[in-house]
């Protein structure tokens, strides 16, 4: 048979350990779709005593993990995770030793893809990250491959399973955030630092590497707006859906003539919305090409199984000598887009606020909102807490985004106000 492709593994967790093992139960299929087989033959991680569970005793153990850059093998797979560190360093002597790159890595490549895509274009081989958005949903293929014949204006979804697991829990037990925050890190559905993804962070990198797939422009992950569902109560949950919508995390990039517009926010779905129907730890990615039309990828954004689907289609990719530039053009090709005005963006919104129960509060942030020359188009108060606070949420007519922020900033300091509002966007 052909030479094999022969791989080096760099970090054997999840999706590490689940790599080995879908190459164990699937390689004599893999060959002969691949063409040859795929071959593990050096890996690293921190404890080499570590029970993975998976036979690691047949591979080299390498102490150093960027050392696997000079292993004798045609690529590395990267599964340590962090956007500096070890991986940075392994990806650039791997890139720089003229040896091919996987990675499920999405936050060395939010930072660094631009860098690493230059890498591998110099010296003619692949950087590849299916497993880095969307887990084994094969987006970035869709966009590279399916989709690259279009124009895409937008690129929108549900890009972090922990935070779509938890909205969707409130959402059918009615519990609030922190309650099943604790019960997702009790099941492993959560970090115990979960900060990078229910604060947005997460799903932020991945929007950046799909808006530059999507556009041909450089990933910019340092104008992505992002905050994530910490502030979402289980009443915003109930109140939305008394409205016809259900919350979502959503990331979304669009590319106009007045920039590059990304931002990760609890949104507003409309039911009528297929990403309205995306519960649970599931991830989806709606394209809006200019021929296809819209398109959606959805399915299992983590675990083991999914992640090293994913990472396992780069490696066959590589071994049919399939593959281009990492970002789907050439890196000088990408276009360096400053960020659009947010203030500019006309959209409907959802905004609560937490209240003193007394005469006038709802006259004070109507007469905000006229003022600042948002339209309203409901108002609704609900319920006195034990607190003796009162939850106000208004959702308004289409309008540009900088007038409700300038209605908020009127409000801000009021002695009527209990805490922050939640400004949510509505889905259009
Ligand atoms: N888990 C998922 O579902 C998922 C989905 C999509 C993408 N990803 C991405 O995939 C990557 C790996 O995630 P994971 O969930 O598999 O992580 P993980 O379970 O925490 O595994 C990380 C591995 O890296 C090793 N490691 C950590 N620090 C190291 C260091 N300084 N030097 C050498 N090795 C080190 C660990 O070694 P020890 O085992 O010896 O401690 C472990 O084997 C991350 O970039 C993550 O964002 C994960």
Redesign the pocket.
């Known amino acids: 048979m052909t030479k094999p492709l022969r791989i080096a593994l760099?970090?054997?967790?999840?999706?590490?350990a689940g790599v080995i093992r879908l190459l164990d139960t699937n390689g004599a299929l893999i060959a002969r779709r691949a063409g040859r087989p795929i071959e593990i033959v050096a890996v690293?991680?921190?404890?080499r005593s570590?029970d993975?569970g998976v036979d690691i005793g047949r591979f080299a153990w390498v102490d150093d993990?960027t050392a696997l850059a000079h292993a004798d093998v045609d690529v590395v797979v990267e599964?340590?995770?962090?956007s500096d560190?070890?991986?940075l360093t392994l990806a650039r002597a791997t890139l720089g030793a003229g040896k091919s790159f996987v990675?499920?890595?999405?936050?060395?490549l939010a930072h660094h893809g631009l860098e690493l895509a230059r890498a591998a274009e110099a010296a003619n081989v692949a950087l590849k990250f299916e497993?880095?958005v969307a887990?084994g949903v094969p987006v970035i293929k869709g966009l590279r491959e399916g989709a690259a014949a279009n124009e895409i204006e937008r690129v929108y979804g549900i890009l972090n399973g922990t935070c779509n697991f938890i909205l969707s829990k409130m959402e059918a037990e009615g519990r609030d955030f922190a309650d099943v925050l604790a019960e997702a890190q009790a099941l492993g559905f959560a970090e115990s630092d979960p900060s990078f993804d229910i604060d947005g962070v997460d799903a932020a990198h991945k929007v950046s590497l799909l808006a530059s797939l999507a556009f041909g422009t450089q990933p910019a992950f340092a104008d992505v707006a992002a905050s994530g569902i910490r502030d979402v109560l289980a009443a915003d949950i109930a109140e939305a859906a008394s409205l016809g919508y259900r919350v979502r995390l959503i990331g979304l990039a669009e590319s106009g003539p007045n920039g590059l517009f990304q931002r990760v926010h609890p949104h507003l779905v409309p039911v009528s919305h297929p990403l309205a129907h995306v519960t649970g730890a599931t991830n989806a990615v709606v394209a809006e090409g200019n021929f296809v039309g819209r398109l959606l990828f959805q399915g299992a954004?983590?675990?083991?199984g999914?992640?090293a689907s994913a990472v396992v289609a780069d490696l066959i990719d590589i071994a049919r000598g399939e593959f281009g530039p990492a970002f789907a053009m050439p890196a000088d090709a990408l276009l360096a887009q400053g960020p659009a005005d947010a203030g500019d963006r006309l959209g409907r919104a959802y905004v609560r606020f937490t209240v003193a129960d007394r005469v006038g509060v709802l006259a004070e942030i109507a007469a905000a909102m006229r003022d600042a020359g948002v339209s309203i188009e409901s108002l609704m108060q609900r319920g006195v807490h034990a607190d003796g606070s009162v939850l106000v949420a208004i959702v308004t007519h289409e309008g540009p985004e900088r007038s409700v922020a300038q209605a908020l900033e009127r409000l801000r300091g009021s002695q009527s106000l209990v805490g922050q509002p939640l400004w949510m966007h509505i889905l259009a």
């Open positions: 760099a970090g054997l967790g999840t999706v590490g690293s991680a921190r404890d570590k993975r993990t599964l340590v995770g962090g560190g070890p991986a990675t499920a890595n999405k936050a060395m497993a880095a887990g954004g983590a675990g083991d999914p992640t």
